[in-house]
């Protein structure tokens, strides 16, 4: 067990949050960990991560808290836990994107009990976080923020200051409105080079030479051309994206900024969950277009 930098909770074990807790555990922290999924945690208590019994046992045991979780009532819940555990001030991270409502809300609650929040999202897939390759937009306390500079270190390869709380979210919708859209015309222009007979591994190689690429497509291109989005593959399920993607078009929509590429991939995404891909990585898009193209492989 780990314990040389201290302790730390991390709620929420799932794609993003197992990777960081993993890392954080390897780094030399002491992890205290926890999610509803029982196998999650049976396979981060296997990679040295402390499993706690509920979201308020992870409060009592870390004096700062990771949260990464999947949808706003799983964050209503975990700040609920956590004022109710009745401890001493407590720094949480919250790494998840959500509608600056829904953190506002956990905010105010979190503070009127005494804590601190931090809106902390993170730039980065699954297959990023395991290798430590994320940026975190932090806002909120920026002298909380800079405490935590070691931690972040640990599991990040930057961090950003964006001041007020909610800069951060602002940041990330900015963000994942490039990554819904890279991602389609990815796919896209990979539909295009099979249609034009071209091999898929071919045209990875290439564009990623040249001036087409981008970090979505080394990442998403080679899934593209594999023709397999699921199991270790699996970066952000199209399931979980659909909830960033109603959160990013709602706020455009708010303060008035015209979005015609990012709504013009919404139809591709959801033509991915209807056909049976809400499960697999966003890449698969690419079997959308190919199918729309006639291709079969």
Known sequence: MNAGKGSVGVIGLGIMG???ARNL???GWRVIGYDIDAAKCKELAAA???IARDAGAVTAAAATILTSLPKPSALD???A???EAGVPRRIVVELSTFALEDKARAESLLRAAGHVLLDCPLSGTGAQAKTRDLVIYASGDSQSINALAPLFGDFARATHDLGAFGNGSRMKYVANLLVAIYNVASAEAMVLGMKAGLEPARVFELVRSGAGNSRVFELRGPMMAENRYDGDNVTMRISTWQKDM???GAFAQSVGAPTPLFSATEAIYNAAMSTGHGGHDTAAVCAVLEAMAGIRR
Do not use: H, P, Q
């Open 18 to 20: 197992g990777a960081i």
């Open 81 to 83: 836990a956590i004022v």
């Open 246 to 248: 109603a959160v990013i």
């Open 25 to 27: 555990a390897g780094a």
């Open 77 to 79: 819940l975990t700040v």
């Open 48 to 50: 040295g991560v402390t």
